[in-house]
């Protein structure tokens, strides 16, 4: 970017800007949903097991 004057910078960096964080915030949304889903297969995992454990005792 030789010869640039800064409102083409600013410009630019705007429209990166604005591509970019709705990228990365749809990212993190669904890392968080993944995240979530995990750790409720786990609980109930853990639940399941708990109790057949309990199931299987004389």
């Keep these: 970017m030789t010869g640039s004057t800064f409102p083409e910078v600013m410009l630019a960096l705007m429209i990166l800007t604005a591509g970019v964080l709705p990228l990365i915030q749809t990212k ?13 297969a786990l609980r109930r995992f853990a639940e399941r097991s708990l109790h057949e454990l309990g199931a299987g005792r004389p």
């Design 28 to 40: 993190l949304v669904i890392a968080r949903e993944i995240r979530l889903q995990e750790e409720s």
